[in-house]
């Protein structure tokens, strides 16, 4: 049994060496190293996964083992739902490895101690059970972060999004210190079994601040609306490989952090009130907005990331619904969506090497060449969308029986960034229509990332793509994810088996009944997503073959103009908005729980 | 004992945080910035956290203060740098 | 003597808003990255407060018998933590402030701009 | 937005943040009445269980010692940052820049020190590295530890500085063996944690006797622990002042023939 320490350990110790012996080994050890290194934690944390689905365990730091009620110490603990996110982590983290290997710029060596940094942080949050290494781990992951941001130093804009992302979500880390300190304050614990006992059917004043800060912190992360404003501008700067960690992880881990917070230390204060109903509302406005926005973008990067926020704010509306089957179908849209926006960040990233821009009119017709991306595309822009064969179909179809209703929140969100994806495509790869407006966004110039003179596209360069697209689809025909999610799902939900395993040391989990899903239904709206978001990309793309009333994609992207306006670059405006949205959420708490 | 001393500290501290962020020239600041972490130092220490008196004497009031001297400096350098390069052109 | 029970509690609540305030109406990078530490602070005396008790020690056990009455040694670690991560997020934000003025001219968060829409 | 707009938005927000926080304030236990069970526990603990008098740094380094290993880390990714925003530029060398500028004022004032301030700074130095190395190793007795000890000492070249040693700070600071301390220090940290797991116990467990409470080399892994931050922090901070200065250390180079 691998020791739960070494999913933190080892990353953080070859990071520190490669750091210290930069000048001495030459890039393709670090290379080599790193991607060791991340492989060897895909390995471990899918040994733990596995290892959930029957037993969860928790392992404690220094043997401080509790004093009977009284925790001391530090621990981790193994469940399914965190073990499979430090999984994804270490998967996206050793493609992205993969993907740099020889020619991505690499900053003068410390590329790689930093992506290992990130490594560690990442699984280290997802397994942690205590709220200040969660914290702890969060500011890691963000410092991390923050530097990797700003790997681009020739141009400013580069700098100008990690210093946005830097202050918002330095920001958002002090608030969650000042909830960590309100709940301190309230039990004297910073154990989660812990905390979540001492202040079970608790919900005075002191529990709903801390609950209001802590959310706020968290949900910067996962860029909720109108918290979300730094997502795009990190992510537009970011260098392919950082893109992919941000898109298909980090991001989702801010909303774990919510999640495991909610299912931990608030779930016995707040059952029976309607406080999960903010993150529905939370989540379907973040999905909309962000997929309108989506759909408005030309830059190829800037694009992918509003369908991150888009489809984040699916998942935050999957958690709402705080359900068994739900949040089985979250797992499952996790790990499909880290999957396939993973590959689709892949694919961009060829393109930049390639053409050296992101903006879609100047790529118009120019991949025309890259016959292997543009099928990868393709699938990503579908798999996006939600059509039958991909992962995000199965999530879907556990999800929405709950509340039928979330069926037309997840059409629209699928449609329309699944529609952007394939309108950029079709411009790009195959050349239909026109070259598409050129607005101020698609105009940020791009220098390359890559240091190979000749701009060849090879095989380092497509399998990352391949292995993300064609695992989205092999996930979309596995049965055996469902099951694993379920399982996972009942364990997180389970408060007194999470106590039990606290104090006890592991708790065996109990196999869930296999749910009849509606399976046929959710294949057929599957399909449905996936017609609609072709129909709409093509009628996007031949929008000038159409007469001018009826050109709703292009009014769409015209009146959103002004609404764009509101992403404006400026770091105090999005603290302003930050500000904003923490106010409205505690309004929003205090009216539904006193 | 600490009461009468540590309520008027904090009082202090209130309005130099004010202070701090009112002052709009980036030099003075870095002045300030010494002189407010110097106060939370001391309220650590006069609320028994030895320890962090001890480091935040050392980072907030010398280096962090430092820090944000040092790259102003470098800014300054660089705009002279750049006026000069123009002046010889 | 008495005074507001929660006074320190609400010293921290107004030093907090004042680091926002400093943070929204903020002309230069540096004044920001200030304004953010001022942020981090009000943490400082939130949880030192919450740990601080009446006629106590100071949780060092040298030349002190063990089991006198002390102040919380956990806010103190979570204290010294706290000041290493203001530490480093300064160290970074300057780097990034130094290089963006040195790449565009500029140290107005107003002239920065280089992401919109 | 405009600033006015920006503020208003603000000036709105902060009442509602100020009202959610005062609200859960007041629900607090009084000032001065900690009650919580988690610190008094530890306080009664730690001198018995890791022969350390300083709760806060057995706190630190054992009990919660996981923390500061993120910590560590967090100050080891910030210094590699900076070192990766503000590395020199290939095609750019700054050296050669300088020279072509002509003749440049240096960043610093040309009047000269008084040698009286001269010595002294000197003399300062050398006590404040005794003071960081004391500092440091001491940390599981009285307050103080590695962290503190590491600033104390990085702060120590800048005297150098001050005094006008240009040559011997640069020398020192820009040194290939500080970056290499400074990992290691890190790695230190980490594999004194993966020492437990060797010895068949958990991550960072106590692998060293404890030793005579009171001692210099007591309480185990609180002191290696505390030596090795102490070596990064130091390091570390060297390394964000070099990178600070460099720019304007090379031009001082170029001037000095």
Known sequence: MPSPALLVAVPLIVAALLGALRRLIPRWTADLLSILTAAGNLTMACWWTAHALHRTQVYWFGGWFPRGRMVLGIGFTMDGYGCALAALAALLTTLALIYSWKHFESGGGHFHPLMLVFLAAMSGFAVSGDLFNLFVFFELMSTAAFALCGLKTHEPAPLAGAFNFAVTNSVAAFLMLTGIAFLYSATGALNLAQLGQALAGRHDRLVLAAFVFLTTGFLVKAAEFPFHFWLPDAHAVSPTPVCVLFSGIM??????????????????????????????????????????????????????????????????????????????????????????????????????????????????????????????????GLGLAGAPGFALAIAEAHVTPVAPWTEAIFFIAGTLTGAAVLRVGLRVFIGLGDAGPVDRSATVDEKPETNDPGRLVNTVLYFPALACIGGCMVLGFWNGIAGIARASAASFVNFSGYVHMVYAGATVVAQPAPVQSALLKGVLWAGLRGVAAAAVALWAVLHLRIPRPLRWPSHLEGSMRPVRELQSGHPGDYVAWLTLGCALLGAAVFWLAL | MTAIPGVGLLALIAVSALALVRTDDVTCQTIALSYYGLLLALMFFLFRAPDVALAQITVGAIALPLMVMLAITRMKHREATRRKEKEGK | MSFPADYPYFVAAWILLCGLYGIVRSRHLVHMVISLTVVQSSTYVLLLAIGFRRAAYAPVFAGLPVGARVVDPIVQALMLTDVVVETTVVALLLAMVVKAHEKGGTTSPDDLRFLRG | MKAGHRLVLFAASALGIAWVYCAGALNMPAWGQYRGPYGDAIAHLAVYQRHATDTVNAVTYDYRGFDTLGEEFILFSAVTGVMLLLRPEPGRPEAKKGKSSGNPASFRDRATLSETVQVFTTAIFGFSVIFGIYMATHGQLTPGGG?????????????????????????????????????????????????????????????????????????????????????????GFTLVIFEYLREILSREKNEEP
């Open chain 4, 147 to 235: 962290f503190q000890g590491g600033v104390i000492l990085a702060a120590a070249p800048m005297l150098l500085y001050i005094a006008e040693n240009t040559d011997a700070f640069r020398r020192i600071v820009s040194h290939p063996l500080v970056e290499f301390l400074e990992g290691t220090g890190a790695a230190g940290y980490a594999l004194i944690g993966v020492a437990g797991l060797a010895m068949g116990t958990a991550f960072l467990t106590n692998v060293i006797p404890l030793g005579t409470t009171g001692d210099v080399f007591s309480s185990g892994t609180i002191a290696a622990i505390s030596a090795c931050v102490g070596v990064e922090v130091a390091a």
């Open chain 1, 251 to 380: 991001v989702q881990l801010g909303l774990f952090g919510a999640m495991r917070l909610y299912a931990t230390v608030f779930q016995g204060c707040f059952a029976g009130t309607r406080i999960p109903w903010i993150f529905v509302v939370i989540g379907a406005a973040t999905a909309l907005w962000g997929a309108m926005m989506c759909f408005a973008e030309h830059h190829l990067k800037r694009l992918l990331a509003f369908s991150t926020i888009s489809h984040t704010g699916l998942m935050t509306l999957a958690f709402g619904l705080w359900s068994k089957a739900a949040l089985a179908g979250l797992f499952i849209y996790l790990v499909g969506h880290g999957l396939v926006k993973a590959g689709l960040f892949f694919c961009a990233g060829i393109l930049l090497h390639r053409f050296e821009t992101m903006s879609e009119p100047a790529l118009f017709r120019r991949g025309r060449a890259l016959h292997w991306t543009a099928p990868l595309w393709f699938l990503g």
